[in-house]
C-alpha cells in the first residue's frame, strides 16, 4: 500500500507554541511553512518585538522555574538561575529553533493577514506579502497573551491609562517618578509592576486595586523553587487534592488578608494564585496602599468600593488579555468572552484541517504542555492519530471543561485553565493511543483525502 501524501502544512507564528509544533512536524517529516509576522521567533518572549505581541517589560523574570519550564527533550542550560530573566528564555528559544532547524521553513515579515475555508477543504491563506497561498492543514499558533483587554469602570479618568502590555520599565512608555499610581489587578504582572514602581527610590505613591483578591504563593518553599513541590496525578480525585492544598496554604502565608488586601472570593487553587515573594513586603512596608475594586471614574479622582477615594495621576491596567485570531473572520472562528470549545484544546469540531496550539493557561508549566499537543499534531498530520466523531467531541469537551475549570471563578481569565500533569497523562496514556486505534481501525486521519 503506498504511503499517503502528506498534507501541505502552515503554523501561524513562531513563538513558543509555533515553534514546538514546527519541531514535531519536522520529526514526522511533515514539510510546513511558518508565516511570521514579526523579524524574529520568540513571540512573546521577544522583548520589544516589533509586531507589538511581546508583553515582557524589561525587568521581567518568568514565574516557573526552569526545572518545569524546559521542553523535555531539550532542558534549560544548567548555568541559568531558577528563575530566568526573560533574555535567557529568549536565548533558549533561539537555541532550540538552532539546534532542530526550525529557522529555514520560517518566513519573517510574512504573517497570515486573512484566512479562509477553501470550498473543498483546507484553507486560502493571504500573507503580508500579498500572496496567497492554498494549505491542506493550518496550525495556529498566534498566542493569546498580546491582545490586552482593559477594565469598564463607570466614569472617565482625566490622568493617563495604559495596560501593563505596554509596560517596559519606570521610564517607559511614561516617566513613571513623583507620581500617584494605581495599579489594577492582582495577577503576576501587576504584582511585579506593583514592586518595581512601588520603590522609594521613584518617590512614587502606588496603590494596588483588586476586584477578586489573589492567594499570594512564594517562588521558594524549603529552600527549593515552590513549583517543583506541585505535581497533581491522575489516580486521586482532583477534588482530594485541592483540598490537601487549600488546607496546607496558610503555611506559606498566601492569605492576602495577612498583608492589608481585600479577602479572596475564592478557595486556594479556584483561581490563578499570584507568585511574588516582594510584594508581601512591600505591603508589609506601607510602600503599597491595598484597596478593593474601583467603583466609578472621576476626572483625576478615583472611588473605591469600600467607601474610600484617592487622586491619581497614572492607572496601569493589569487586567489580562482577549483571546482573538485577527486572521479569521468572526462567523469561521472567534473566542467570546475568551470562550472557545476545542477538543482536548486544540481541535475545532467539525473542522478537521485546523489545529490551535498552545491556548491553555496551563498550571504550573507551558512549554512542557505545548510538547505534548505537537506530539499528537505530528501522528495526526501522518494518519496515525485520528479524530473520534463530533458528538464525542462535543462531549468531551464538556467534560474537560467541568474537569480543569469547574472549581474556579467564571472570569475570562480562567476559561482556558488546566492543569498540566492531569493533561499530558491523559493525552499519553489514553487520547493519544485511543487516536492510534481508530486510525488503524478506521484508516489514516481524515486528511488523507487531501493527501
Not at 493571504?126 to 493569546?144: F, I, K, M, P, T
Request: hydrophobic share 35%.
Amino acid at each position: 500500500m503506498p504511503a499517503p501524501t502528506l498534507p501541505t502544512t502552515a503554523v501561524i507564528g513562531a513563538g513558543i507554541s509555533g515553534l514546538t509544533a514546527g519541531k514535531m512536524l519536522t520529526d514526522y517529516g511533515v514539510p510546513y511553512t511558518c508565516y511570521e509576522s514579526s523579524d524574529r521567533i520568540g513571540g512573546n518572549w521577544a522583548f520589544g518585538n516589533p509586531n507589538g505581541h511581546s508583553s515582557a517589560y524589561r525587568s521581567l523574570h518568568i514565574d516557573t522555574s526552569k526545572h518545569r519550564l524546559s521542553f523535555k527533550d531539550f532542558p534549560m542550560p544548567e548555568h541559568y538561575p531558577d528563575f530566568p530573566h526573560h533574555t535567557q528564555v529568549k536565548a533558549y528559544l533561539d537555541s532550540y529553533a538552532e539546534a532542530f532547524g526550525l529557522l529555514d521553513p520560517i518566513e519573517f515579515r510574512n504573517g497570515v493577514e486573512h484566512a479562509d475555508p477553501a470550498p473543498g477543504g483546507g484553507w486560502d491563506l493571504r500573507l503580508q506579502s500579498g500572496e496567497e497561498r492554498h494549505v491542506d492543514l493550518l496550525v495556529v499558533a498566534n498566542g493569546h497573551h498580546w491582545d490586552p483587554r482593559m477594565a469598564d469602570f463607570p466614569g472617565e479618568f482625566t490622568g493617563t491609562s495604559i495596560h501593563s502590555h505596554h509596560y517596559i520599565d519606570p521610564h517607559d512608555p511614561l516617566d513613571f517618578t513623583g507620581k500617584r499610581i494605581l495599579v489594577v489587578g492582582l495577577g503576576n504582572s501587576a504584582a511585579d509592576i506593583t514592586v518595581e514602581l512601588s520603590s522609594r527610590s521613584l518617590q512614587n505613591e502606588v496603590t494596588l486595586s483588586t476586584r477578586s483578591s489573589a492567594w499570594i504563593v512564594p517562588k521558594y518553599t524549603g529552600g527549593l523553587p515552590a513549583d517543583k513541590y506541585y505535581v497533581t496525578t491522575p489516580y486521586l480525585p482532583l477534588k482530594w487534592q485541592r483540598k490537601v492544598l487549600q488546607k496546607m496554604q496558610f503555611m506559606a502565608g498566601s492569605n492576602p488578608e495577612l498583608y492589608g488586601l481585600p479577602k479572596p472570593n475564592h478557595k486556594f487553587f479556584e483561581a490563578h494564585p499570584t507568585q511574588s515573594v516582594e510584594l508581601p513586603l512591600r505591603l508589609g512596608s506601607g510602600d503599597v496602599t491595598p484597596k478593593p475594586n474601583v467603583s466609578r471614574l472621576d476626572g483625576s479622582t478615583v472611588h473605591f468600593e469600600d467607601g474610600t477615594s484617592g487622586e491619581f495621576d497614572v492607572i496601569v491596567y493589569a487586567t489580562g488579555y482577549n483571546i482573538t485570531f485577527p486572521f479569521f473572520d468572526p462567523d469561521v472562528v472567534s473566542a467570546p468572552d475568551n470562550r472557545i470549545r476545542l477538543f482536548k484544546r486544540m481541535f475545532l469540531p467539525g473542522r478537521d484541517d485546523l489545529v490551535f496550539m498552545g491556548l491553555a493557561q496551563s498550571t504550573p508549566t507551558l512549554f512542557p504542555f505545548v510538547e505534548c499537543q505537537a506530539r499528537l499534531l505530528g501522528a495526526y498530520a501522518v494518519g496515525r492519530y485520528r479524530l473520534p466523531d463530533v458528538d464525542t467531541m462535543e462531549q468531551v469537551i464538556d467534560a474537560d471543561q467541568q474537569k480543569y475549570t469547574g472549581h474556579v471563578l467564571d472570569r475570562p481569565r480562567h476559561t482556558q485553565q488546566l492543569d498540566y500533569f492531569i493533561y499530558e497523562h491523559d493525552m499519553r496514556a489514553k487520547e493519544i493511543p485511543a487516536g492510534m486505534r481508530r486510525a488503524e481501525r478506521l484508516g489514516g486521519g481524515v486528511l488523507a483525502g487531501a493527501r
